[in-house]
Nanobody, 113 residues
Framework: QVQLVESGGGLVQPGGSLRLSCAAS????????MGWYRQAPGKQRELVAD???????TYIDSVKGRFTISRDNAKNTVYLQMNSLKPEDTAVYYC???????WGQGTQVTVSS
């Protein structure tokens, strides 16, 4: 089993920045990919960005150039640096491991003036 704990959400004005963190524990050696997902009210959960154990990253088009996913293998932690935030980025952000096999509890990100 893998446990994931997110932190770093909050309220930010448009154009602002936030950094989310996801700490993994448990059977971490089984993890080969980690990702950040988000779910806005009334919408399906979508992948925002993911990163493989080797550091290969992918992003959805709407966040390219604004968000950066990274990982610290020594700390078993994945980060999502979010810059130039827009109101449409408002959602609950979830950390996921091995695509959708494991989930964190989610953290709320609200972008509003």
């Amino acid at each position: 089993q893998v446990q994931l704990v997110e932190s770093g959400g909050g309220l930010v004005q448009p154009g602002g920045s936030l950094r989310l963190s996801c700490a993994a524990s448990g059977n971490i050696f089984s993890i080969y990919i980690m990702g950040w997902y988000r779910q806005a009210p009334g919408k399906q959960r979508e992948l925002v960005a993911d990163i493989t154990k080797g550091g290969y990253t992918t992003y959805i088009d709407s966040v390219k150039g604004r968000f950066t996913i990274s990982r610290d293998n020594a700390k078993n932690t994945v980060y999502l640096q979010m810059n130039s935030l827009k109101p449409e980025d408002t959602a609950v952000y979830y950390c996921g491991a091995n695509h959708r096999s494991y989930w964190g509890q989610g953290t709320q990100v609200t972008v509003s003036s």
